[in-house]
């Protein structure tokens, strides 16, 4: 369940003024795939620098307008805009935001709203988001992305290094007070089915058991990486009997992000 009409709608008129350093990112860019699970409440836009934020407000402000719509400002401050657009009965909420160029991926071109995080990246903010706040959404997000994209340890290994103040360890134990929800939580949300609570707390509980299972056997000396397999073509949660060099290569982040090298 992607993004709403409206949303898709907005992101794919605003795509004109998207760049990689002005991308889509946040829950909108994760639930812009077809089979997600819940409808985002914004679209968050990306950029990286105070200065071009305040750019990319201006020419999204002006497109539009242009087009119709009309935009009520909530919060307007350095590196940080919000605002309600709205047309006819329809409205949703924008958000535009500096965040660190630091990435594991360069972001990725998307005909349906420019750019675009790339989903590893996208994966290992949300763990991180998840960490330093305990809402229902972004637990979903995180479990959804730990069965679709990278596996929890793989998550919490990497961020790591986008966020040097933790260590893979210290992440998982503030991922371990997570998961304590109750119906009402979820009921505030938009989502395609409703979710099953014992399902939900086994299917996290098995999530930190294994990552915690991975951090265990991993060499101190390759904490804040990814791992690609060249043979897969994608990022991985090595197991324990492969070897660096013939199963899998150790990916950094950078500002810019970076392709993984298949050489």
């Not at 200065?51 to 242009?66: G, P, Q, T």
Request: a neutral charge; aromatic letters at 10%; glycine letters at 6%.
């Amino acid at each position: 369940m992607p993004l709403t009409e409206f949303q898709s709608g907005l992101a794919k008129l605003l795509s004109e003024n998207r760049s990689p350093d002005s991308h889509l990112a946040g829950g909108a860019a994760i639930h812009i795939e077809p089979k997600s699970l819940r409808y985002s409440n914004d679209l968050d836009y990306f950029q990286d620098s105070d200065a071009r934020v305040a750019e990319a407000f201006a020419l999204d402000k002006k497109l539009l307008e242009k087009s119709g719509f009309t935009l009520k400002v909530e919060i307007n401050q350095a590196g940080y805009i919000r605002a309600i657009v709205s047309k006819a009965k329809e409205s949703t909420k924008l958000e535009w935001a500096h965040d660190t160029a630091w990435r594991f991926l360069p972001v990725m071109k998307d005909k349906r709203c420019g750019y675009i995080l790339h989903p590893i990246d996208l994966a290992i903010n949300k763990v991180l988001t998840l960490a330093g706040r305990n809402e229902a959404r972004d637990f979903l997000d995180a479990l959804m992305l730990h069965e679709s994209t990278l596996s929890l340890g793989a998550m919490c290994w990497a961020a790591a290094g986008k966020d040097p103040g933790f260590n893979p360890r210290s992440l998982l134990e503030l991922l371990k007070r997570r998961g304590r929800f109750h119906d009402e939580d979820f009921a505030r949300l938009k989502l395609r089915s409703k979710p099953d609570l014992t399902e939900l707390k086994s299917k996290w509980l098995e999530a930190l058991e294994s990552a915690e299972a991975f951090i265990a056997t991993r060499p101190s000396d390759e904490v804040g990486c990814l791992y690609y397999s060249k043979s897969k073509k994608q990022f991985i949660t090595p197991t324990f009997d492969m070897t660096r060099g013939q199963d899998y290569e150790l990916h950094y982040g950078c500002p810019g992000g970076v392709l993984p090298r298949i050489v």
